[in-house]
T-cell receptor, first 114, second 115 residues
Framework: NAGVTQTPKFQVLKTGQSMTLQCAQDMNHEYMSWYRQDPGMGLRLIHYSVGAGITDQGEVPNGYNVSRSTTEDFPLRLLSAAPSQTSVYFC?????????????FGPGTRLTVL | AQSVTQLDSQVPVFEEAPVELRCNYSSSVSVYLFWYVQYPNQGLQLLLKYLSGSTLVESINGFEAEFNKSQTSFHLRKPSVHISDTAEYFCAVIPPKAAGNKLTFGGGTRVLVKP
């Protein structure tokens, strides 16, 4: 049981490039989400999904796209990278979207945009 | 909307000394409260949570937090810290009937345990 996995661990992009951050979970969790972590600001929700085929925006969605074609995978796409997107990105999942459920976090992807 | 304030961004503490991490929240509705811990170069892990019932909740590794509704606080304490407790700690809240499991996090408190 690998839990929540993320690839890559590190990435450097130039302004304007696009890329996809991968996230997968093997716990059959219904709910998945993406956060970004910036110093002093905690984690902020980018997008989330309550099940396959269903996604919605979080607090800071601009510049990011997501899709959820399977229960297991929830990739995050940066359409045209900007220096303001330099951050650490965490994918998380939970059994359902109910607020009492523990969220399980992946190890993170550290992204630098030059 | 909810907001969470962690009053200390960094807390240095000596090994075997007590530590308290402060968390205050603002919300117009009742909330569930969580503490997550992030060890160096890892993702976050749930430390403990308050959903209802007894206002004092404990974790398996000696941490405890007390929910104080009148002061809208959920401070985290440990009576004697170990080197292995060096980590960043995040307080988070969510209304029980929120659409989606959307946690609101505080800014984090970095704990550095010194020998």
């Amino acid at each position: 049981n690998a839990g929540v996995t993320q690839t890559p661990k590190f990435q450097v992009l130039k302004t304007g490039q696009s890329m996809t951050l991968q996230c997968a979970q093997d716990m059959n969790h219904e709910y998945m989400s993406w956060y970004r972590q910036d110093p002093g600001m905690g984690l902020r929700l980018i997008h989330y999904s309550v099940g396959a085929g269903i996604t919605d925006q979080g607090e800071v969605p601009n510049g990011y796209n997501v899709s959820r074609s399977t229960t297991e995978d929830f990739p995050l796409r940066l359409l045209s990278a900007a220096p303001s997107q330099t951050s650490v990105y965490f994918c998380a999942s939970s059994y359902t979207s109910s607020g009492h459920n523990e969220q399980f976090f992946g190890p993170g992807t550290r992204l630098t945009v030059l | 909307a909810q907001s969470v304030t962690q009053l200390d961004s960094q807390v240095p503490v000596f090994e075997e000394a007590p530590v308290e991490l402060r968390c205050n929240y603002s919300s117009s509705v009742s909330v569930y409260l969580f503490w997550y811990v992030q060890y160096p170069n890892q993702g976050l892990q749930l430390l403990l949570k308050y959903l209802s019932g007894s206002t004092l909740v404990e974790s398996i590794n000696g941490f405890e937090a007390e929910f104080n509704k009148s002061q809208t606080s959920f401070h985290l304490r440990k009576p004697s810290v170990h080197i292995s407790d060096t980590a960043e700690y995040f307080c988070a809240v969510i209304p029980p009937k929120a659409a989606g499991n959307k946690l609101t996090f505080g800014g984090g408190t970095r704990v550095l345990v010194k020998p």
